[in-house]
């Protein structure tokens, strides 16, 4: 009796035990699968695309060949005929030759004459030349640098017996040896392609310039001085927008300790005018929000960080709305877990997209833009929110599972998501500006940080100018060459004509040129 006992204690002690280990068991399986998310999610860091952009199938779209069936040839004559026909592609009218080769007026042709070996020879008396025929062919000089030579007459007054010479024309830089083209130059080709000023260096050595590159830094710092008023004048004028959207980007600026430097941040902020303002803060946290938005009143669009959060909380002259992009990006983390909820979310986030597509196409604004909206967007977003509420009564989704904090984002964050869809003027998205502060992570993969805080001050200020070029359409270099000579002679409260959205309307067309255009002319 005393052996069963102890059976029947056992099998009591192991049912217990199974319990425990089929709850551990549950518990270890939700760690795996959201470890195995994080490695995904690292995995596609290092080697995916980057690309957000999604193939779906369309069920409603058949095959080409669907129902068609390869007819069987019935028994003909038939006839071989060999000729040889000659294939021609159609171009469009910019061509300017047969090979579809594209270029407008100020790309500079070189003309070379190709000669004739009939006009060499003993029968040359028997050939004349009635017309040229016209070949092009794209080419590339690496790395040009001119030297500019001024020769200024010395002259002599014989009565007097004075000299007198005339005066050499005026740098942007006093005692600088750099004409506003290099200058210029510089800094296109250091923050608008990405080219360090040591590589632009190498690039001078390998044509036969010694320069230091001490040198080159100096001129790059001193221009982008003269630029500061301008790039204050364009951040004041985009204040004045009723719907701002801002973002934050890290970049590595100052020593912090021995071997390690300091985190920093840049902060762009788009206005509604198609510009954009860089500011440099050397923390991410909210009372930077504050120091550059001022006494703004408005909307302000942004994506989930709680700092904006934190800055919009008890001012109600601040209308927060929410970027809708950042909410997809949550269930797309969420995507190899739960699938199947997760393909029913980015569905509903999509039909959104395709009316805005919609709005776009039609070319709408103001109230129809608005009206289009509440028809269309608004029942599709109270649809998604209710879809979301559902998903959150599920027993089976845990906190940590990365659907669950999608949903929770959502729940928090509905009421901005909600703004776009009563104001026309507010965007679904942050996308604008994140294409326009695009070249700071780029540069960052070239010219890696700034040495200093005040290096990272120096490149807000040249990226709010020459982001703000790209966005109204203008080439960056001709406006800095324009900008660079014309501002020490533009009146000092009317600096806001030489930003670029102004300039473009009121000196474009008769920018001021470098002495390198004029040689030769």
């Not at 029947?8 to 399986?29: C, P, V, Y």
């Not at 740098?171 to 608008?192: E, I, M, T, W």
């Not at 977003?381 to 979301?388: E, G, I, K, L, N």
Request: charged letters at 25%.
């Amino acid at each position: 009796m005393q052996r069963i006992d102890y059976a029947i204690e056992d099998t009591r002690i192991s049912a217990i035990d199974a319990e425990a280990i089929l709850h551990e068991n549950g518990e270890l399986k939700q760690q795996i699968r959201v470890l195995q998310t994080q490695l995904d999610w690292f995995k596609q860091q290092i080697f995916g695309q980057k690309s957000e952009k999604r193939l779906i199938d369309n069920p409603h779209q058949g095959s080409l060949f669907e129902g068609q069936t390869t007819p069987v040839p019935e028994d003909q004559p038939t006839q071989q005929i060999n000729y040889t026909r000659r294939t021609s592609k159609q171009r469009d009218e910019d061509c300017v030759t047969e090979q579809g080769l594209r270029f407008d007026d100020s790309v500079p042709v070189d003309v070379i004459e190709v000669p004739a070996p009939e006009l060499q020879g003993p029968d040359a008396d028997q050939y004349e030349i009635i017309d040229h025929k016209i070949s092009r062919r794209l080419a590339q000089r690496p790395g040009s640098y001119v030297v500019l030579e001024y020769r200024r007459p010395l002259l002599k007054h014989k009565p007097s017996q004075t000299l007198t010479t005339t005066a050499a024309p005026t740098a942007v830089l006093d005692g600088c040896l750099a004409d506003v083209s290099l200058l210029a130059g510089l800094l296109v080709d250091k923050f608008v392609y990405h080219l360090p000023l040591y590589r632009q260096h190498q690039r001078m050595k390998d044509s036969g310039i010694t320069l230091s590159r001490s040198t080159l830094t100096h001129y790059a710092q001193r221009t982008i001085d003269l630029l500061r008023p301008i790039a204050d004048a364009q951040y004041r004028h985009i204040l004045q927008s009723r719907v701002l959207a801002m973002d934050e980007t890290p970049i590595k600026a100052g020593r912090k300790q021995k071997g390690k430097l300091h985190q920093g941040w840049l902060w762009p902020l788009y206005g509604q005018e198609q510009e954009i303002s860089f500011s440099y803060s050397d923390s991410r946290a909210a009372r930077h929000i504050q120091e550059q938005l001022g006494d703004f009143e408005g909307v302000l669009l942004s994506d989930g960080y709680a700092a904006y959060d934190a800055y919009a909380k008890g001012k109600p002259e601040i209308t927060q709305a929410q970027c809708w992009t950042h909410t997809r990006r949550y269930f797309v983390k969420a995507e190899a877990i739960e699938p199947l909820a997760v393909a029913e979310g980015l569905e509903w986030i999509g039909q959104l997209y395709r009316v805005e597509e919609e709005i776009r196409v039609q070319n709408l604004e103001g109230e129809k833009k608005r009206d289009y909206r509440a028809k269309h967007s608004k029942p599709l977003a109270d649809a998604f929110f209710a879809w979301c509420w559902e998903q959150r009564q599920r027993t089976d989704l845990v906190n940590s599972n990365p659907l669950a904090k999608a949903l929770v984002y959502v729940d928090n964050h509905r009421e901005q998501l909600c703004v776009y869809l009563s104001d026309p003027d507010v965007p679904i998205d942050t996308n604008h500006l994140e294409r326009g502060l695009r070249p700071i992570p780029m540069g960052r993969k070239n010219w890696l940080f700034a040495w200093t805080e005040l290096g990272a001050r120096h490149i807000a200020i040249i990226q709010s100018l020459l982001v703000t070029c790209r966005l109204q359409g203008i080439n960056p270099h001709a406006y800095l060459v324009d900008v660079l000579q014309r501002i020490s002679q533009h009146p000092a409260k009317d600096v806001v004509d030489l930003t670029p959205r102004v300039w473009k309307q009121k000196f474009s067309q008769n920018s001021m040129k470098s002495d390198l255009d004029r040689v030769g002319k």
